[in-house]
Every structure is written in structure tokens, then in C-alpha cells.
């Protein structure tokens, strides 16, 4: 059964403080692994595809990673208006996507 | 573009009830998909439909329904509610074709079941 866990499922930083958010999955054959941002009351707003180990994507602070076991969103400098809940999700066969449960990032001036 | 849009935004139903939630796109976009977002369970997928004329049960489809109305339009609809169904309901569409898969999500209906 692919399963998808992401990690912390909170995270606090100060304003400019760097971290990581993991996302690791087990599934066979993925066609792809997705970031997505939710803001509250919001729908999830894409990030990044990812589709083979060894890619990387980039959008102005977010560095999004891929290994064969897990994906990481790595947050540089990051601002209060980072501050949302981050999804990732995977897409094995079929037309479905698996989703985590989200980590919720809060940013503090 | 308004991209994918939902109606309505809130709902409040008694048990029993029946509604429709209602959802399109106008990105010419083949896949659309109903999930629901529950506390600590993330989102799961309730119904899709692959392209017009066709739709598919997803993780949790008991108690729903869903019409395909044409290529922009995919409803979904609660027969009967239940006080489990209380949750937040996303509808997504697809990019036909390609390569790419990431979905695409509208604002959310937030429907509570007394």
C-alpha cells in the first residue's frame, strides 16, 4: 500500500532561521511527488514536481529534493508570510494522488 | 482564468438532507477529482472523473455521488447526510495529457452535518 509521511508535523522558526520539512513515501512505481502550500480557509496551491531521484526544483525561497525514499522542501531565510502548511503527495499508478498530512510551518518575526 | 471555482463556500445541512456541491474549470482540463480534508487525516479522494463521460470511485466514496456534467463541470453529491460527512470538500482538475501530473485545486466548501 504506498503510504506518505511527512515530518515535523509542526515546525516554529524565527524569521531568517533555514530548516528542512521531510517527506517520505513508499510506493511502487512513482510518476511523480508534488509540493503543495495551504494557507487556512485556502485550497492547496502547487509548488513543485518532482519525477526522478536526484531532481531538485527551485522557487524563490523553497529548494524542493528528491531521493528514491523521501523528498525534502528546504525553506532559506524564510519570512512570516512563509507561514502556511506545507502538503506533499505521491502518484503511483492510476489517476490518484496519495497525500501526507501536511507540516504546519509558522514563521515568527 | 478563474481557474477551478466552488459553490458554495459554507453549508450548514441537517442529518438527512440532500445537497450538491457544485465545481468547475475553465483551464480545458480532462481529469477533475473531489477530495475531503479531515483533521489529522490529510486529503482523500472521494470520486474522479478521467475525462468526460467517466467517473471512478476513489478511498472513500460511500454516502457520495458524483455527475460529469461536460468538460468543465463535475458535481458532487451528498444523498443523505451524515453527521461524518461534516468536512471540508476540495475539487481538483488535471492537465490533460503530457508528462505532468499536478492537479490544480479550487477554494474549498466547508460543509458541517448537524
Known amino acids: 500500500e504506498d503510504q506518505v509521511t511527512q515530518s515535523p508535523e509542526a515546525l516554529r522558526l524565527q524569521e531568517g532561521e533555514s530548516s528542512s520539512l521531510n517527506c517520505s513515501y513508499t510506493v511502487s512505481g512513482l510518476r511523480g511527488l508534488f509540493w503543495y502550500r495551504q494557507d487556512p480557509g485556502k485550497g492547496p496551491e502547487f509548488l513543485f514536481t518532482?519525477?526522478?531521484a536526484g531532481e531538485e526544483k527551485e522557487k524563490e525561497r523553497l529548494k524542493a529534493t528528491l531521493t528514491k525514499k523521501e523528498s525534502f522542501l528546504h525553506i532559506t531565510a524564510p519570512k512570516p508570510e512563509d507561514s502556511a502548511t506545507y502538503l506533499c503527495a505521491v502518484q503511483a499508478t492510476g489517476y490518484a494522488l496519495n497525500f501526507g498530512k501536511g507540516t504546519s510551518l509558522l514563521v515568527t518575526p | 482564468n478563474a481557474g477551478v471555482t466552488q459553490t458554495p463556500k459554507f453549508q450548514v445541512l441537517k442529518t438527512g438532507q440532500s445537497m450538491t456541491l457544485q465545481c468547475a474549470q475553465d483551464?480545458?482540463?480532462?481529469?477533475m477529482y473531489w477530495y475531503r480534508q479531515d483533521p489529522g487525516m490529510g486529503l482523500r479522494l472521494i470520486y474522479y472523473s478521467a475525462s468526460e463521460g467517466t467517473t471512478d470511485k476513489g478511498e472513500v466514496p460511500n454516502g457520495y455521488n458524483v455527475s460529469r456534467l461536460n468538460k468543465r463541470e463535475f458535481s458532487l453529491r451528498l444523498e443523505s447526510a451524515a453527521p461524518s460527512q461534516t468536512s471540508v470538500y476540495f475539487c481538483?482538475?488535471?492537465?490533460?495529457?503530457?508528462?505532468?501530473?499536478?492537479?490544480?485545486f479550487g477554494p474549498g466548501t466547508r460543509l458541517t452535518v448537524t
Open positions: 483551464m480545458n482540463h480532462n481529469s
Open positions: 481538483a482538475s488535471r492537465i490533460p495529457g503530457g508528462s505532468s501530473y499536478e492537479q490544480y
Open positions: 518532482l519525477y526522478s
